[in-house]
């Protein structure tokens, strides 16, 4: 399936297509647009639009696009619901402090896009880094740990 969101990735930006990739859709074919084209591109492409203004899977209420996909797909890994902690108060500015590794990701993913300009660059290196992470949730998840 063909994905849509909006060009210069970000936080949620790069997070959702981690998720997407990893849990929902193996093949997924990511297109990045500016803002403006999200819908004109979603209709000529029938790509699945996320992380835009006004789309299913975007921001709702005090969600983030992450949290959004996570309930479209009822995904419920404990380790994976850790993970969207951290996605959401990195990607929510108001939300920044409530999650002690918001900070940490959210300088990660901008030194990211200092490094790597183009999105589909920026998102090969960074699924490493939201690999390694979610491991590290799932171990922090499991019991005993």
């Known amino acids: 399936m063909k994905w849509l969101t909006r060009s210069q990735v970000h936080v949620d930006r790069v997070a959702c297509p981690w998720l997407i990739?990893?849990?929902?859709?193996?093949?997924?074919?990511?297109?990045?647009?500016?803002?403006?084209?999200i819908t004109q591109v979603a209709a000529e492409t029938g790509a699945i639009p996320f992380d835009a203004p006004e789309?299913?899977?975007g921001h709702h209420?005090?969600?983030?696009s992450f949290e959004?996909?996570?309930?479209?797909?009822?995904l419920k890994e404990p380790g994976l619901l850790r993970l969207a902690q951290i996605v959401h108060?990195?990607?929510v500015a108001e939300d920044?402090?409530?999650?002690?590794?918001a900070r940490g990701l959210?300088?990660?993913?901008?030194?990211?896009s200092l490094r790597f300009p183009l999105d589909e660059e920026n998102?090969?290196?960074?699924?490493?880094?939201y690999d390694a992470l979610y491991a590290w949730c799932r171990w922090q998840a499991a019991p005993g740990s």
């Open 61 to 64: 209420g005090e969600r983030c």
């Open 55 to 57: 789309v299913e899977l």
């Open 89 to 91: 108060a990195a990607d």
């Open 68 to 74: 959004s996909i996570i309930l479209k797909y009822d």
């Open 96 to 101: 920044i402090d409530k999650d002690p590794i």
């Open 123 to 129: 998102l090969a290196h960074q699924f490493e880094v």
């Open 21 to 37: 990739t990893r849990f929902i859709d193996n093949d997924a074919e990511f297109l990045f647009v500016p803002t403006s084209q």
């Open 106 to 112: 959210k300088a990660i993913a901008q030194g990211y």
